[in-house]
């Protein structure tokens, strides 16, 4: 497959009521009624589309910056790797219909959980290069939750677009219409 013009092949479009994004995964779906959530962003990012014209969007769930760190993987599932998987995102979601002035983007997760002695800084490389990514292609972040030390459940509404964060037993509103 290669390249991040292609569509992953496991970013297929998702229907029900809910659609879980796994770990190195992202879905799309344009069903009002789906729910697309993913578990335990650590140190790894979720990302949200949503166009609310258009009614489509999507999330990924990537957890390392780039994809040169092993490109055979980066082909085989760009969605493992952020400098891969948002362009892939953005191309899966227009291909349903959205439209780039159109999208609400929200972001989650990049925290430090580790004790690495910073060493790795995952979740701060992981941040640095969603910001990076969306400045150089002319994308505002609608809402983000980032950082800090705690595991996050992201979840976008395709009803509206609404985006919740969830940890321990919290649930806060990220972005709503």
Request: charged share 20%; aromatic share 6%.
């Amino acid at each position: 497959m290669g390249g991040i013009s292609a569509v992953p092949a496991r970013m297929t479009e998702g229907t029900g009521a809910r659609i879980v994004v796994g770990v190195a995964d992202a879905r799309t779906s344009c069903d009002p009624a789906a729910e697309l959530i993913t578990f335990a962003l650590g140190s790894c990012i979720g990302v949200t589309l949503f166009d609310p014209v258009a009614r489509v969007g999507g999330m990924l769930h990537f957890m390392l910056p780039m994809s040169s760190l092993n490109p055979e993987k980066a082909a085989a599932n760009p969605a493992m790797f952020g400098d891969t998987g948002i362009p892939a995102l953005f191309h899966a979601v227009y291909a349903l219909g959205a439209r780039k002035e159109r999208l609400v983007v929200c972001a989650a997760g990049g925290a430090e959980l580790l004790s690495d002695d910073g060493q790795f800084r995952i979740g701060h490389r992981n941040r640095t290069l969603v910001r990076r990514i969306f400045w150089k292609n002319g994308v505002l972040l609608a809402a983000e939750e980032t950082g800090g030390t705690i595991s996050r459940t992201l979840v976008l509404s395709m009803a509206g677009g609404r985006v919740t964060i969830r940890n321990r037993s919290e649930e806060r509103v990220l972005w709503s219409a």
